[in-house]
């Protein structure tokens, strides 16, 4: 089964579907190598004008797979340092694709599915959403995300959720901003449909322009130095005492070692 799908339609809206449903589409090395290639085919395809970030199943993504991230507690520092650098690359990738993106959050988006959603344009959320930065409970930080967490939340709310892991509602994601619309489950492909209806109606050579020059504008500073040291940051933690506790707690059921009664 592909791990990803890619469908475009001849308007030249094309649909990037997270297809691991039995994992809650979890990342893993295979998933974000998949996803990294379908962006880079988007950017060099001038007949794609939009975008749609979807998932398959319930859940929108867990974020990491914690199997994965278990085997890469005993990469030697050159393996984890690359695993940490693809996934750095594919959030940078879908953050400045230059197509205008569009995410339909359905279902729960735990760490690096949070990323997916900060890293678009526009984002959706059925009412059934629920989000959670929730790295800080395997021991590990939410690292490769937090530029693209915190343009979309600002630094207080980013410092309140990646430190407290607390699970929110779509309506607090909305009023954070992270989410820009919340509709009823029945409801999000039509919501869906209707803005990339708008978002057709508009030039893609301007839109292109305008995410340029807001990036531009802003000063996030998301630059080769600043995601290969966010790269870095989670390789590390990955391989310390704690990340590989965390995530060793977590496979086996069990309270992590801070946890005291």
């Not at 929108?60 to 085997?71: P, T």
């Not at 990469?75 to 695993?83: F, R």
């Amino acid at each position: 089964m592909e791990n990803v799908l890619l469908e475009i339609d001849k308007r030249g809206v094309a649909r990037l579907t997270l297809n691991r449903p039995d994992v809650h589409n979890a990342f893993d090395d295979a998933l974000i190598g998949n996803l990294i290639g379908k962006l880079v085919e988007l950017e060099g395809n001038k007949q794609v004008r939009v975008v749609v970030v979807a998932a398959s199943g319930k859940s929108f993504s867990a974020g990491g797979d914690l199997n994965w991230m278990a085997r890469t507690a005993d990469y030697s520092h050159a393996e984890n340092m690359a695993d940490a650098r693809e996934l750095a690359d594919l959030m940078r990738k879908l953050n400045f694709l230059s197509k205008p993106t569009v995410a339909l959050v359905q279902g729960a988006a735990y760490g690096g599915g949070v990323g997916i959603s900060a890293c678009c344009d526009i984002v959706i959320a059925s009412e059934r959403a629920k989000f959670c930065l929730s790295e800080v409970k395997l021991g590990l930080i939410a690292s490769v995300i937090s530029p693209y967490v915190r343009a979309a939340i600002g630094e207080s709310q980013a410092r309140r959720y990646t430190l407290s892991a607390e699970v929110f509602n779509a309506e607090e994601a909305k009023r954070i901003g992270l989410v820009h619309e919340v509709v009823s489950a029945d409801e999000l492909e039509d919501k869906g449909e209707e803005l990339v209806c708008q978002l057709l109606k508009n030039s893609p050579a301007a839109m292109a322009g305008v995410k340029d020059l807001l990036f531009y504008q802003n000063g996030m500073g998301i630059d080769d130095e600043l995601v290969e040291e966010t790269a870095v940051r989670i390789a590390n933690v990955r391989a310390s005492a704690e990340g590989k506790e965390g995530v060793s707690a977590f496979l086996e059921k069990r309270p992590p070692s801070w946890i005291k009664d």
